[in-house]
């Protein structure tokens, strides 16, 4: 089990009761445009199967996270994927579903503690990230949580702009990027963050058997 804290969100484990909110989220056809992906068109009984199929047998080489607020609610999704146990690099990616929460640096909270986490945890070198060469608010979320742009890159018909970063540059800057996520205060649900957390993140210590490299 993963359980991560920020300043205003925590990242855990995905469950079967996190499906509604996930189908509503990718059958959204602006949300889908931010993603590069096209809204689902299927039934929600059909979506449900896959989910539970998933959850039963997670895609090797990754791990899907929710995003919930201090208070519970679930806001979002992040993962990291394509884990490369040679190279020790992975692709990271996040959406925050609710629009009751853009604008408001949970998306740079929940970005900053996954990269905290497979840095420190997993021990990678590089995390990476596509993000559509038109997505500038996405852009500008991503730089400040360490990202460097790196190159254009063509996929699927559209542009996207590949962003890296390397583990000794986020060692070396790690302090200023947590800290920052306690620069704005709270709106709507969940209650203000005013005392910083005696730890950068915590989770349970993994069960015994394979982990991820």
């Not at 499906?19 to 059958?27: G, Q």
């Not at 070198?125 to 742009?149: M, S, V």
């Amino acid at each position: 089990m993963v359980e991560l804290h920020g300043a205003r969100v925590v990242l855990r484990d995905k469950r079967l009761e996190d499906a509604e909110r996930d189908y509503i989220w990718r059958c959204d056809p602006e949300i889908a445009r931010l993603d590069a992906t096209y809204p689902l068109t299927m039934t929600f009984e059909r979506y449900l199967k896959m989910f539970q199929d998933q959850l039963r047998y997670p895609t090797p080489g990754s791990k899907h996270l929710a995003i919930d607020t201090l208070d519970g609610k679930f806001i979002g999704n992040c993962m990291y994927y394509d884990l490369d146990s040679v190279n020790l690099e992975a692709e990271v990616g996040i959406v925050i579903g609710d629009r009751d929460y853009w604008s408001n640096a949970y998306g740079y909270d929940a970005v900053v503690t996954l990269l905290d986490y497979v840095f420190r945890e997993l021990k990678l070198q590089r995390a990476y990230l596509h993000t559509l060469d038109w997505n500038k608010r996405a852009q500008r979320c991503f730089t400040k949580c360490g990202f460097k742009p790196v190159r254009l890159v063509r996929r699927f018909s559209l542009d996207f702009l590949l962003m890296e970063v390397l583990r000794d540059a986020w060692l070396a800057q790690v302090d200023s990027l947590l800290a920052a996520r306690w620069d704005r205060p709270l709106n709507g649900a969940g209650a203000p963050a005013t005392e910083k957390p005696p730890s950068r993140f915590s989770h349970p210590v993994p069960p015994p058997g394979p982990q991820p490299a």
